[in-house]
């Protein structure tokens, strides 16, 4: 998979990319990000890349050029799958979005700043905007980052236990069951007892109806839409 990332500040992008998960993603050639600054493609030799608003009001938005240019560029080398915005009043994103895009071959990610990107750019170019949560953060890239990381972590041969990711929080809906490591007792406390049992299927069973508890005492939301 291949994603380009239009940034006003880079920089922002290059810690959360290269560490763990990520960097072996893209050290095996599963995953390849570019980060393009869109200062590239300012206006003038100021740099400009954004303006006033019309009607008024505090807070710049990001010019039209500047984003259609970079966009018109980047498709030259194929098309996208998505070109995805990142922006508060996108739809929330979540496993089942995160599932979809790893399927993609192509994404195209634009990071607002300031006000946001002028609304022409996002009638014309854009195809998904996604939230990462009911809260606004200074700009977009550190939201790409967490799409990024998360889309990055599911493609096939990215993890080295193949399963795991399957049975991640979210995956069928349901929030991950509890999980113990050495030592069997820990002040007092004892790992539960099917645990040490050697039968996968009980063990199996036993962490499916966890998950299930833990999912109606904590997000009752998620199972709204199942018979569980
Ligand atoms: N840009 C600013 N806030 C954001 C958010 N919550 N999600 C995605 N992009 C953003």
Known sequence: MKIDIISVLPELLDSPLSHSIMK???EKGLLEVQVHPLRKWAINQHGQI???QYGGGAGMVMMCE???????ELQKDGAYDEIIYMTPDGGTFNQRTANGLSLKDRLLIICGHYKGIDQRIRDKYVTLEISIG???LSGGELAAAVVIDAIGRILPGVLNDET???FD???????????????AEFMGM???????SGDPKKIDDWRYEQSIIRTKERRPDLLTDSDL
Do not use: C, G, M, W
């Not at 004892?190 to 040490?196: A, N, Q, T, Y």
């Open 169 to 183: 929080s979210f995956q069928d809906n349901l929030l991950a069951p509890p999980v113990y490591t050495r030592p």
């Open 66 to 72: 500047p984003l259609a240019n970079a966009i018109e």
């Open 24 to 26: 072996r993603a893209q």
């Open 164 to 166: 795991s990711a399957l």
């Open 50 to 52: 954004d303006d006033y």
């Open 190 to 196: 004892k790992i539960p007892e099917i645990l040490l």
């Open 134 to 136: 009911d809260f606004v």
